[in-house]
């Protein structure tokens, strides 16, 4: 499908590329440390050495496990909203409030004109990619999501808000295309709990696109897909990252009738239960997209980010996924 696209990228991947949605949990000791940065007790500038050191530790099991595409793991970021909220202009962050499951986060007010005044995300990126020896994903949060996520005391208007967080994301994707960024990814999970903003999404995350030289993936989970599909396919992105294990694979009834048209990051270990699935399990899940959507559209990923997890398990994880796609290679 995108294969034109990411060879013009220069970007040569195998069979069935395998990759993880984006974040990794914090080892025990990174905890600490967030914790005693926030009480005053640990400069900023050493966290950061630990939240690198804890970067070089998943990149170092990314090579280890050989995926494909890599990724930073986040290990610098509270939660997907927040951290852009903090590094742009115009917000106040709120209290604590539930986005989905149980994971909370604080709410980020937009009190003022958002401005996104220098790149957010570059550094790290520069880090990983620097340290790695495959592509580094760039991660970012989408326009709508951050429209959802936020609350908004200034714009008028969802449409509004959603439409300025697009320009200020543009201008960080231009500022990772230019460090040599090849792949970035663009989270929109909010659009699938709330389905009835659809043709905003495609607008925003077109805004945000539109005429940029990188491969765009859109991670979206937990939702009402079939509320939305195949209306999603519109999103202009380039490959849909995907929950699959709870879903009872009514995602693939979907595709039957309106064929998959996009490539597919199909998420195939479940990052909400600790138990990790055997092999086996995971093997005969790929094998079931693989009869609905063409091969050569097919990646191959965990279901959300594994931050919940533990690192065992979150290892756990990939090394089963990693073993059942190169059986499947
Ligand atoms: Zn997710």
New binding site residues.
Partial sequence: MSQEKLENLGLDLPDLPLTT?GSFPKPPELKEARKQNREGDLSDDDLDEQAREATRFWLDKQYELDYDIYVDGEQYRGDMATYFAENLQGFEIGGLVRSYGNRYYRKPIVVDEIVWEEPITVDWWRFAQDYADRPVKGMLTGPYTMMDWTFNEHYPSRAETARAFAAAIRSEVEALIEAGCKIIQIDE?ACSVRHDEMELVKEVVGQVVEGQDAYFIS?I??GEFEKIYPDMLEIPVDNFDL?FTNSDLYLLDLFRDDPFTKDLSFGAVDVHNHRVESREVVRELIEKVLDVVPREQIWISPD??LKTRTVNEALGKMEVLAEATRELR
Avoid: S
């Fill in positions: 949605v999970p991670h989970c937990y929950e959300c980010g």
